[in-house]
């Protein structure tokens, strides 16, 4: 912090301010901040895929702001899900948050054929590194999620893997996308609902298609039209929506405790039945939790945290989420 662009600089206790572990992308760093045309702050960030290459990104964008202490924060919880573009100055944090959940999750996955040992159950492991291989990238190969429940399907993103890729330059009338997406309450009856066969064509490498009404269905179907790539290689089919039910239970006994060195802490927590992921919410006072852990219920309930600032206290709270929305926030445990 500093009062000229030239410093003098101050550590801030705030640190860092974009944060992104956990989840399917991992990181929020090396980007930049901006003004959109309401005046809403953004960060962008480069989460790391290294499939290719240890330095291969994406791009991420988080929604970003300074509270009434004009302390700077970036917003990365559930910074994967869906979320609105604003049409004005958003004055909640959370509020371009859809709602919609993520629906695929481990669920089962089916595909028209499988090169050697990457299978189709890769696709539902929010793990960008692990992936889907077609035998041949050929149109009609299809690939199927079972959500398991007829769900409410609001949205679905396919994000394309660059297998042994020989794509070295972006040319539009060769660099292209382009499939179907397809539901099933029986898994026998299907209907298109997103034919991105038609129209411009323009390369999708993490396609997202909101749908342009809610479907009813268990089953989702990505049907294959065309890729550039030698191979036809999908990292993740996710979909997104809800589930009739409830959220899960707010998780108890959240326990924070400082490592000797004080730059980390070890968390945990009781798991709760129907959790489908839990997200730590921690930060410099209990009214400003601005950073985001998101942890899967089949991963173990303990954290060794290693983000602190050295001199600094820290606030703790849990939350958790299923297919049917999030739980209540915990009461704040702290300062460690």
């Known amino acids: 912090m500093g009062d000229h662009p030239l410093g003098p600089f101050a550590y801030a206790p705030y640190n860092p301010i974009s944060y992104k572990p956990g989840g399917f992308m991992n990181g929020a760093g090396h980007g930049n901040t901006f003004q959109d045309n309401y005046g809403n702050y953004w960060n962008t960030g480069t989460p790391w895929i290294a499939v290719n290459w240890n330095f291969e990104r994406r791009i991420a964008m988080f929604p970003t702001g300074f509270d009434k202490d004009n302390q700077m924060f970036a917003n990365t919880r559930f910074g994967d899900f869906p979320h609105y573009l604003p049409t004005k100055k958003w004055e909640n944090k959370d509020e371009l948050f859809t709602g919609w959940m993520l629906l695929s999750y481990r669920k089962p996955c089916t595909a028209s054929s499988t090169l050697d040992t990457m299978a189709a159950a890769k696709t539902t492991d929010e793990n960008p590194r692990t992936f889907w291989v077609a035998r041949q990238n050929k149109p009609g190969e299809w690939l199927t999620v079972d ?18 890729s020989d794509i070295f330059e972006n040319d539009p009338a060769k660099t292209y996308t382009t499939f179907k997406l397809l539901a099933s309450q029986d898994g026998k009856s299907w209907q298109t609902v997103a034919d991105l066969t038609q129209g411009p064509r323009r390369d999708r490498p993490c396609a997202y298609v909101e749908l342009p009404q809610p479907v009813q269905a268990r089953y989702i179907r990505y049907e294959h039209s065309y890729v550039r790539a030698p191979s036809l290689a999908v990292s993740d089919l996710r979909v997104f929506g809800k589930i009739p039910g409830k959220p899960p239970k707010t998780p108890a006994q959240l326990t924070a405790r400082r490592d000797t060195d004080t730059r980390n802490a070890f968390i945990s927590w009781d798991k709760v039945p129907g959790a489908v992921g839990y997200n730590i919410r921690w930060g410099i006072a209990p009214d400003k939790l601005y950073q985001t852990y998101q942890i899967w219920h089949d991963e173990p ?36």
């Open 147 to 164: 959500l398991l429940k007829t769900s409410e399907v609001r949205a679905v993103q396919v994000n394309f893997t660059d297998y042994k």
């Open 301 to 336: 309930n303990t954290l060794e945290l290693r983000a602190l600032t050295v001199g600094v206290q820290y606030y703790f709270a849990i939350e958790a989420f299923n297919e049917s929305g999030v739980s209540t926030l915990s009461k704040v445990t702290g300062p460690i």
